[in-house]
C-alpha cells in the first residue's frame, strides 16, 4: 500500500487561484510562507495560542499554524497582503492602525488585521461598538509591545470609517 507523501491543492489566494504541491502534513501558514512567497503571516507559537497567523478561510479567521494546507484545498484564502485594495490603498483597520498608532515591532499585526477586519465586516457596523466587543475582537490576539490601548482604539477608528463608508 503506497502512502501520498504530498498533494497538490489549488487554493484561491487574495483573489487569485494558486496551485501548490505540498507535503501532506504542510501546516497553511507555512505553505503560505514557503511554497506560495507569502511572508506577511507570522508565526509565533506554533499552537494557535498567539494569533499572529491569523488568515482568513473563507471569510472566516482561522489559525494557519493550526489547520493543513490540504484542508484549504478549493477554499479562498485572504492574507494580510490580501486586506488591501487592487489599487494599494489600506483597508480601513490598515488604516486605522497607522493612524492610532496601533503597532510596535509590527509582528503580531497582521494576525490583529485579519481577525478585526472579520470581525468588523461580519457586524452590523451602524451600531457603536462596546468595549466589550472591541475586547472579544482583540482578545484572541497577543501583543507583548502596546498595552493594547491603541489597537482597541483603532478597532474604534475602523469602525466608524466602515460606518461611514456605506
Given at each position: 500500500m503506497s502512502v501520498d507523501t504530498e498533494r497538490t491543492i489549488t487554493v484561491t489566494v487574495?483573489?487569485?487561484?494558486?496551485?501548490?504541491?505540498?507535503?501532506?502534513?504542510?501546516?497553511?501558514?507555512?505553505?503560505l510562507r514557503h511554497d506560495l512567497g507569502l511572508t506577511g503571516t507570522h508565526v509565533g507559537c506554533e499552537h494557535g495560542v498567539c494569533g499572529a497567523c491569523t488568515v482568513l478561510v473563507d471569510g472566516d479567521p482561522v489559525r494557519s499554524c493550526l489547520l493543513l494546507a490540504v484542508q484549504v484545498d478549493g477554499a479562498s484564502v485572504t492574507t494580510v497582503e490580501g486586506l488591501a485594495s487592487d489599487d494599494g490603498s489600506l483597508h480601513p483597520v490598515q488604516e486605522a492602525f497607522r493612524e492610532c498608532h496601533a503597532l510596535q515591532c509590527g509582528f503580531c499585526t497582521p494576525g490583529f488585521l485579519m481577525t478585526i477586519a472579520a470581525?468588523?465586516?461580519?457586524?452590523?457596523?451602524?451600531a457603536e461598538l462596546t468595549e466589550e466587543e472591541v475586547d472579544d475582537l482583540v482578545g484572541g490576539n497577543?501583543?507583548?509591545?502596546?498595552?493594547?490601548?491603541?489597537?482597541?482604539?483603532?478597532?474604534?477608528?475602523?469602525?466608524?470609517?466602515?460606518?461611514?463608508?456605506?
Open positions: 487574495n483573489g487569485v487561484p494558486r496551485e501548490a504541491t505540498v507535503p501532506v502534513r504542510r501546516l497553511l501558514s507555512d505553505a470581525g468588523l465586516e461580519k457586524r452590523d457596523n451602524a497577543l501583543c507583548r509591545c502596546t498595552g493594547y490601548a491603541n489597537i482597541k482604539k483603532a478597532v474604534h477608528h475602523a469602525n466608524t470609517a466602515m460606518r461611514d463608508a456605506q
